[in-house]
């Protein structure tokens, strides 16, 4: 399997460059750090050609992806999702071709479900045993049960009026919930 060509992580307030393979939170400057690539490497190793004949997963793009062994995916079975034609609200939007994507049919029912399962592969793969985040709920739902399959230990902290079927999702993929106001 070709690997990942992560290269750095990167603050995109301050330019500070950060080593990809060690954990991070967020910069000195209090940014989120963005994930940096090798564009011309990987252009180099894989065709459009190339990507279209693998498995239809968001893994086919894995050049792309932080990831670098893939023993450490951890997948629920997100597949592609369907592109569907809006033919009518295209039409009264003079939006001919509108299409909507449907990821209510990944493993968790939202779109959440890519990011978690890539950022729970990356934090398997670094050692990561326990992770903790704030949300007001689907990404908690997804990260929560990635994480459950990865076998790491998740905190979920989120708003005592966040939607109950949230919280229940949560709660059955084993994470921690605390409720705050």
Known sequence: MTSSRLTHLECPECGIRYDADTVHGLCHCGSPLFARYDLTAAAAAVTPADIAARAPTLWRYRELLPVRDPAYIISLGEGMTP????????????????LMKDDGLLPTGTFKARGAAVAVSRAAELGVRAAAMPTNGNAGAAWAAYAARAGIRMLVAMPVDAPAITRAEIRAAGAELYLVR
């Open 83 to 98: 592109l569907l034609p809006l033919r009518r609200l295209g039409k009264r939007y003079d939006l001919p071709g509108l």
